[in-house]
C-alpha cells in the first residue's frame, strides 16, 4: 500500500471555526491532490499541487487554501467552516514524470462534520 | 473543461454472471488517461484498471476489462464472473495534465 496518511481522520466542528486536514506521504511523488466526496456528486477536485509550493484550483476551491511547504506534506484549511462543508476529504499522490503518468494513490479519508 | 458521465446510479448482478458499466466523458485533448476506480463499503478507492488513450488496444485485468471507443468518448467497464466482493461504487475518472476527474459512481450490488 502506498504510504499515505490522513489526519485527523475524524473530526467534527462548528460553523465559523478553522480546520486544518493534514496528508502526510512516504512515497516522495511530486502531485498531491485533496478531493471531497459527497453523495450524488462522487469525488470533486478541491486543491492540488505539482510541487513544493506549486499549486492549482480545481472544480470546487471555494472557501478552502492549501500549502505545500515539503514534499511531503499536504495540507487542506477550511478558514471558516461551513455546514456545506461536511464531507468525506480523500488525500491522493501521484508520479507523473515526462510522458509517463501514474494513477492516484488514495489516503483513507476524513470523515469532517461541521455543525 | 472535461467531464465524466456515468448514467447509471445503480446495477446489480448476479453471482458468476457478467455485468457492464458505462462512462462517457468529453475533452478536445488526443492523449490522456482513463481509470475505473471501485470503493467497496470500507470507503478506501482501490485502481481497478487503467486505459491510455494513444493504445489502441483495450486493458484487460483478469475478471475486468474495458471498451474503449476513442471516438465515441466511450469507456465502459465489463466485470466477469462476477463475485460477492465485487459490490462496490464504481468510478470512471479522466486524467490530463495530472488532473483527475471524476465521474458521479455506479453503485454495483452483486447478489448470491
Redesign the interface.
Same mark, same amino acid.
Given at each position: 500500500d502506498a504510504g499515505i496518511t490522513q489526519s485527523p481522520r475524524h473530526k467534527v466542528t462548528e460553523t465559523g471555526t478553522p480546520v486544518t486536514l493534514r496528508c502526510h506521504q512516504t512515497e516522495n511523488h511530486r502531485?498531491m !491532490?485533496w478531493?471531497r466526496q459527497d453523495p450524488?456528486?462522487?469525488?470533486?477536485?478541491i486543491h492540488?499541487s505539482?510541487g513544493v509550493k506549486d499549486t492549482d484550483k480545481? #472544480?470546487v476551491s471555494d472557501g478552502y487554501s492549501v500549502s505545500r511547504s515539503k514534499t511531503e506534506d499536504f495540507l487542506l484549511t477550511l478558514e471558516s467552516a461551513t455546514s456545506s462543508q461536511t464531507s468525506?476529504y &480523500?488525500c491522493?499522490i501521484?508520479e507523473?514524470i515526462a510522458t509517463y503518468?501514474g #494513477?492516484? &494513490?488514495?489516503g #483513507?479519508?476524513s470523515r469532517l462534520t461541521v455543525l | 473543461a472535461q467531464t465524466v458521465t456515468?448514467s447509471q446510479p445503480e446495477m446489480s448482478v448476479q453471482e458468476a454472471e457478467t455485468v457492464t458499466l458505462s462512462c462517457t466523458y468529453d475533452t478536445s485533448e488526443n492523449n490522456y !488517461?482513463l &481509470?475505473w476506480y471501485k470503493q467497496p463499503p470500507s470507503?478506501? +478507492?482501490i485502481?481497478v484498471i487503467?486505459q491510455e488513450a494513444y493504445k489502441q488496444q483495450n486493458a484487460t485485468e483478469n475478471r475486468f476489462s474495458v471498451n474503449f471507443q476513442k471516438a465515441a468518448k466511450s469507456f465502459s467497464l465489463k466485470i466477469s464472473d462476477s463475485q460477492l466482493g465485487d459490490t462496490a461504487m464504481y468510478?470512471c475518472a479522466f +486524467?490530463k495534465g $495530472?488532473?483527475?476527474? &471524476? $465521474?458521479? $459512481?455506479t453503485r454495483l450490488q452483486v447478489f448470491p
Open positions: 502531485y !491532490y478531493y450524488g456528486h462522487g469525488l470533486r477536485l492540488y505539482y480545481g #472544480e468525506v &480523500f491522493a501521484s507523473i503518468t #494513477e492516484l &494513490f488514495f #483513507e479519508g | 456515468q !488517461y &481509470f470507503r478506501q +478507492m485502481l487503467r468510478f +486524467m $495530472g488532473k483527475l476527474i &471524476f $465521474g458521479t $459512481g
